[in-house]
């Protein structure tokens, strides 16, 4: 297994190299984002995928300010070295907030959409590209659900997506982390945020100050369900059972609510999008950025992007 692993690690490196060789990166600002756009060479008019990251101020590589596993720069590298160009960007807050952006207290979750679309309608202008596909990673697969519901887009994909508001999803995973005393506030709190109610102070475990609350219950109260029941667009939900933040519960809801999607379930494969063996393997992941992602996962993403129209 050493040896095999070696081998995958090796093709890997050399898979990437050549990408970086022969395709064609360029740093692009659309309004006050920042993104690179990834173009395999020797292709006219390719597929361009959209690749949205998760939640926090995560960078155009997949990165954040405490984990660091190049999640998105890895899937940029394996689509491209497929012929499939990329375009990725730094989120709000990536690097710091810029002025553009206004006063960090006034942002609502539907910027990060606002965002999506302006850079699907850069795309689609000049007909550079022959079809365009959003990839939502995380909570970049809620941003991705709600971008397909106000610019048309030719395919969705949803990787390690929730099927619960943000909220929920927190609620979840706190519980398992607090004693049943310490949670039952955090929860209230959480609750209440979302409905609007100022907190004033926050419980312990909960450092939301009055002023950012607002800007929080925007994204904690999105739901990812009810638009993905309204869109008719070609989509793919692959999800991982080695994912400690997101459920199969998660999974099989988003099937649902998309029963005409496609969808892949791969068992080894954990929220970073990586094969992990066990807990203490899926952490250390999560800043390993030259781990490979998933190779089943690429396969099955790669081929969707590049099928054709014909469901």
Known sequence: ???????????????????????????VRIGAIDAVLTVPADVE???????????????????????????????SEQLVARKIATLRYDKRGAGGWKPEFGRAEDFRFKDYVDDAVALVDHLRAGGKFS????VGHSEGGLVAILTAT???VDRLILLATAARKQGD???AQMEKKLSADAFAPVAKAIDAIMAGEAVDPPPQGLAIPPVMQPSIASALSADPVEPLLKLVVQT???AGGEDHQIARLDFLALSTAAPVAKTLWL????HVLVDVTDDADDLASYNQAERPLDA??????????LASETR
């Not at 995928?49 to 590589?61: F, N, V």
Request: proline share 6%; with cysteine.
């Open 236 to 238: 793919l939900i692959v």
């Open 131 to 134: 079809k365009i596909v959003l």
């Open 45 to 75: 008019r390719p597929v361009v995928a959209l690749l949205i990251a998760g939640s926090g101020s995560t960078d155009h590589d997949g990165n954040g300010p405490q984990i660091k596993p190049a999640t998105l720069k890895k899937l």
């Open 267 to 270: 068992p080894r494969m954990n």
């Open 150 to 152: 106000r610019v048309p």
């Open 169 to 171: 999803l927190l609620k």
């Open 296 to 305: 089943d996962m690429i396969d099955a993403v790669s081929a969707f992007i």
């Open 1 to 27: 297994m050493r040896v095999r692993a070696l081998l995958l690690a090796l093709a890997l490196l050399i898979c990437a190299l050549a990408t970086n060789a022969s395709a064609g990166e360029s740093r």
